[in-house]
C-alpha cells in the first residue's frame, strides 16, 4: 500500500547573519579545496588535510566516550545523559574517504543528550585502502555487535550523514535480505543515496551548495563504483526497493547537491508504505546538524529527532508533527 511522502521546508526565506557567515566560511574552507584529483592520491591528500583541520574538535566534559573492538576495526559508544537502554547506530559521512566517528562527534553527542540514547559509532573502512562491500561489511557487524549486547532491534535507531546515510540504508537492505531483524527507525543527514549522481540537483544546486560541486561529485561516483553495478540497492540505496523498511526521518538542506537523493529515498520509500518524511531547511548547508555549535537554526533538528525517536512502534504512521516551535515557517520545497 501507497503512503504519501511527507516533506517540509521550514526556516525564513531570508538567510540569518550566522547562517550567511557559515555559508561563506565553508565555501573558503571546503569547497574550493575539493578540487584535488580523483585518484588514490588525490584521495589520501584530501583526507589528511581534512584531518588536519579537524584535530582540534572539541568534546564537552558532559559527553562519556567509551572505545571498543568490532571485527577489528575502532568504535565508540557516545553518551550524554544517564539513560542509556536504548541505541543508535551511526555512520559517519566523508564521501566513503574520510572523517571518523571522532571528527563527527559535534553532531553524535548532541544526538545521544536530544535523545536519551548512546550512540555507537564505528570508523569503517574506506577508499582508497578499502573497496564496497567493505564499508558496509564493517556497517553489519555493528548491528551484530549491538545485538549481541542484548539491545533488541525495536530499541535500535540507524543514523548517519552523507556517506554515512547511505551506509545505513544500504545496511537496512542487508539485514532484510539477511533476515535479520530489523531496527525501529532510521534518522538520515543529507544522504548520499545514489552514487550515480542523476538527481537534477547535482546540476542545479552545484553553484548554491557551499562545499561540494556537482561534476566533481559524480567524478567521485564513478571512482567508488568503478567495476560495480553503480545502481546495486547496497551501493545506491536509493534503487533499492524499500518494501518492509522501518520509518523514517530524513533531513536535507535546501542549498545543497544531495537534496534529490533526500527526495528520492522519501518518495520511494513512501510508494512502498513506508512512514517516510522529509524536512528541508532553508539555506542550511549539506549536514547542517553538524554545524549546531555556531548556526543556531541547526539546533532546531534534534528535537525533530526527538519527537520522532520517541514515537516508537507505539504509534501510527506520521502521527507525530515534524515542525519545530513557533519561528518555523512550513511551505512547500521548491528546488
Excluded at 123 to 138: E, I, Q, T
Excluded at 272 to 287: E, F, N, Q
Aim: hydrophobic share 40%.
Amino acid at each position: 500500500m501507497s503512503t504519501k511522502a511527507s516533506e517540509k521546508v521550514i526556516g525564513p526565506r531570508i538567510p540569518d547573519l550566522r547562517t550567511v557567515l557559515l555559508d561563506l566560511s565553508l565555501r573558503l574552507r571546503v569547497k574550493r579545496n575539493v578540487g584535488h584529483l580523483v585518484s588514490d592520491a588525490g584521495l589520501r591528500k584530501s583526507a589528511a588535510a581534512f584531518r588536519e583541520s579537524a584535530k582540534n574538535t572539541h568534546t564537552p566534559p558532559f559527553v562519556g566516550v567509551t572505545r571498543v573492538d568490532i571485527a577489528g576495526r575502532t568504535a565508540e559508544w557516545v553518551t550524554a545523559t544517564d539513560e542509556t537502554d536504548k541505541a543508535i547506530l551511526y555512520f559517519h559521512g566523508g564521501g566513503f574517504f574520510f572523517s571518523s566517528p571522532k571528527d563527527h562527534r559535534p553532531l553524535i553527542w548532541r544526538l545521544a543528550r536530544a535523545t536519551s540514547r548512546r550512540v555507537l559509532a564505528i570508523d569503517y573502512r574506506k577508499a582508497p585502502d578499502h573497496v564496497f562491500p567493505a564499508w558496509l561489511d564493517d556497517a553489519f557487524a555493528t548491528y551484530q555487535h549491538a545485538l549481541a549486547e542484548g539491545i533488541a532491534p525495536e530499541d535500535i535507531v540507524l543514523s548517519g550523514d552523507s556517506a554515512g546515510g547511505n551506509i545505513a540504508l544500504a545496511l537496512t537492505h542487508r539485514l532484510r535480505r539477511e533476515g535479520v531483524p530489523l531496527p525501529d527507525s532510521l534518522v538520515l543527514f543529507s544522504p548520499w543515496a545514489d552514487l550515480t549522481c542523476s538527481g537534477k540537483t547535482y546540476g542545479t544546486k552545484s553553484r548554491r551548495d557551499a562545499m561540494f560541486k556537482g561534476p566533481a561529485t559524480r567524478e567521485l561516483g564513478r571512482y567508488l563504483t568503478r567495476g560495480r553495478d553503480p545502481r546495486d540497492p547496497e551501493i545506491s540505496p536509493v534503487h533499492a526497493d524499500f518494501t518492509g523498511f522501518p520509518r523514517m526521518l530524513v533531513f536535507a538542506g535546501s542549498t545543497e547537491i544531495f537534496l534529490d537523493d533526500a527526495r528520492a529515498v522519501v518518495r520511494k520509500a513512501a510508494a512502498a508504505g513506508v512512514d517516510a518524511r522529509l524536512v528541508v531547511y532553508r539555506h542550511m548547508p549539506h549536514i547542517f546538524p553538524m554545524f549546531a555549535g555556531v548556526a543556531p537554526r541547526a539546533k532546531e533538528a534534534f528535537p525533530i529527532v526527538k519527537a520522532f525517536v520517541d514515537e516508537g512502534r507505539r504509534t501510527s504512521p506520521r502521527e507525530a508533527d515534524v515542525s519545530p516551535k513557533r519561528s518555523a515557517v512550513a511551505s512547500p520545497v521548491r528546488a
